[in-house]
């Protein structure tokens, strides 16, 4: 069983930056694709970013070139570089992990989801 537990999130202002960590346990962290993903009050979950297991990354194109998702498999950590935040960003994220080597951007592909970290960004 894998366990996933996010830490990172919190309250910024508009134009700041957070960094999100994302650490692994129970399982072949290395083999999985990783991602990131987000919901805010009243809506679905939504994609943000994701990292295969061989380096890939993929972005939401709204989150494309100020977000940038990386892995530490010496760590079983992914993270979430989050700059240039807006208030529309703020959300719950959630860290999320899959074992085919296909990366998904539909949050129903992913096996395995940690309990979220709350992103706040006032403007």
């Known amino acids: 069983q894998v366990q996933l537990v996010e830490s990172g999130g919190g309250l910024v202002q508009a134009g700041g930056s957070l960094r999100l960590s994302c650490a692994a346990s129970?399982?072949?962290?290395?083999?999985?694709?990783m991602g990131w993903l987000r919901q805010a009050p009243g809506k679905g979950r939504e994609f943000v970013a994701a990292?295969?297991?061989?380096?890939?990354?993929y972005y939401s194109d709204s989150m494309k070139g100020r977000f940038t998702i990386s892995r530490d498999n010496a760590k079983n950590t992914v993270y979430l570089q989050m700059n240039s935040l807006k208030p529309e960003d703020t959300a719950s994220y959630y860290c999320?992990?899959?074992?085919?080597?296909?990366?998904?951007?539909?949050?129903?592909?992913?096996?395995?989801w940690g309990q979220g970290t709350q992103v706040t960004v006032s403007s």
């Open positions: 999320a992990a899959d074992r085919s080597k296909v990366v998904s951007r539909s949050p129903r592909e992913y096996e395995y």
């Open positions: 129970g399982g072949t962290f290395s083999s999985y694709s």
């Open positions: 990292i295969s297991w061989s380096g890939s990354t």
